[in-house]
């Protein structure tokens, strides 16, 4: 299934959001691969963050790994967020689709 989302970014945090994608959790990166998530990407607009991935199952709707709750924690001052800690996101239907 390919799944594609926006997020917003806060203003002068675009470095540092950079940053920490560029340094990414091994262990995040692993959950990620387990959960049967692949070909991840996120692009920047502005302060408009789109991302896009494929995943070979849908998202378990039970709580969320410590790992994934920790990495929402530590972003949490770069990007803007809903009232119960998790990142605003909003899904984009997909239109088009070449394969």
């Given at each position: 299934?390919?799944?594609?989302?926006?997020m917003k970014?806060?203003p002068?945090?675009?470095?540092?959001?950079?940053?920490?994608h560029d340094?990414?959790?091994?262990e995040?990166?692993?959950?990620?691969?387990?959960?049967?998530?692949r070909n991840?990407?996120i692009?920047?607009?502005?302060?408009?963050?789109?991302?896009?991935?494929?995943?070979d199952?849908?998202p378990?709707?039970?709580?969320?790994?410590?790992?994934?709750?920790?990495?929402w924690?530590m972003m949490?001052?770069?990007?803007?967020?809903?009232?119960?800690?998790?990142?605003?996101?909003?899904t984009?239907?997909?239109?088009?689709?070449m394969d």
């Amino acid at each position: 299934m390919r799944v594609a989302f926006v997020m917003k970014l806060k203003p002068g945090c675009e470095d540092v959001y950079k940053q920490k994608h560029d340094e990414i959790w091994p262990e995040l990166v692993d959950l990620l691969r387990r959960q049967g998530v692949r070909n991840y990407s996120i692009f920047r607009h502005g302060l408009t963050l789109f991302a896009y991935l494929e995943r070979d199952t849908a998202p378990d709707e039970g709580p969320h790994d410590p790992i994934i709750l920790r990495w929402w924690e530590m972003m949490a001052p770069y990007m803007e967020y809903n009232p119960d800690g998790t990142p605003w996101t909003e899904t984009i239907e997909e239109a088009f689709h070449m394969d």
